[in-house]
Nanobody
Framework: QVHLVESGGGLVQAGGSLRLSCTAS????????MAWFRQAPGKEREFVCG????????YYADSVKGRFSISRDNAKNTVYLQMNSLLPEDTAVYYC?????????????????WGQGTQVTVSS
C-alpha cells in the first residue's frame, strides 16, 4: 500500500510559478512510475506529465511542454512538479499517481494509487 499526499497548490497570477510536491509512504517508492494528472471543472482527468520508475525518462502533455518539469527524489519519497509560465487554463485540481514499475506515461487506469489532489488556480 502506498499513500500519496500532494502539497504546494494555491492561487497564482498568470505568468507565475508553483512547485507541487507529492510525498509517498512506504519503502518501495523507487519502484513506482509516477505521474501528475489534472482535472478542471466539467472536464475529464488528463495526463500532465510522468517519470518512469528508474527516473531516466520523462513525458509531458503538449500543453505543458517547455513550461512544466517533473522530477523525483527517491531518498525523500517525493515527486515534484515545477510549473512555470502558468496560464489560466492550467487551473485544475492536480493529482499525483503511482504505477508499479511503470513507464511514466501509462494510461489513467494503470495507476495503482492516487493522492487526494491539490488545487491550482491561475488568475488572469
Amino acid at each position: 500500500q502506498v499513500h500519496l499526499v500532494e502539497s504546494g497548490g494555491g492561487l497564482v497570477q498568470a505568468g507565475g510559478s508553483l512547485r507541487l510536491s507529492c510525498t509517498a509512504s512506504g519503502r518501495t517508492f523507487s519502484s513506482y512510475g509516477m505521474a501528475w494528472f489534472r482535472q478542471a471543472p466539467g472536464k475529464e482527468r488528463e495526463f500532465v506529465c510522468g517519470i518512469n520508475w528508474r527516473g531516466g525518462s520523462t513525458y509531458y502533455a503538449d500543453s505543458v511542454k517547455g513550461r512544466f518539469s517533473i522530477s523525483r527524489d527517491n531518498a525523500k519519497n517525493t515527486v515534484y512538479l515545477q510549473m512555470n509560465s502558468l496560464l489560466p487554463e492550467d487551473t485544475a485540481v492536480y493529482y499525483c499517481a503511482a504505477d508499479w514499475v511503470g513507464p511514466g506515461n501509462a494510461g489513467l487506469r494503470n495507476y495503482d494509487f492516487w493522492g487526494q489532489g491539490t488545487q491550482v488556480t491561475v488568475s488572469s
